[in-house]
């Protein structure tokens, strides 16, 4: 019988960190703990949505990751553009 991965929202927080180019030894707490809880709220919506609800087929589900992956690089590019822009 195979073994169930281990869920762990602190490895994948800080992975998305990580992936982010966000230091978190920089961010004030409280940036830093309302960014968890958005994060593990967007988790929760993305289970939900497409683990629990979802009517696609196995082999598309399985390519979200790379999109969602694409998308969360080019969001955080897009913003940290912004806020260097902003505070030239």
Request: negative net charge; without cysteine; glycine residues 2%.
């Amino acid at each position: 019988m195979a073994t169930k991965p281990e869920f762990n929202i602190q490895s994948w927080f800080d992975h998305y960190l990580k992936l982010s180019n966000v230091d978190k030894s920089k961010i004030n707490p409280v940036q830093l703990s309302e960014m968890k809880k958005a994060f593990v709220a967007g988790i929760s919506s993305f289970h939900v949505d497409l683990i629990a609800e979802s009517k696609l087929p196995e082999d598309e589900i399985v390519m979200w990751p790379s999109i969602i992956d694409e998308q969360l690089r080019n969001f955080w590019n897009a913003e940290v553009e912004g806020y260097n822009e902003k505070n030239k």
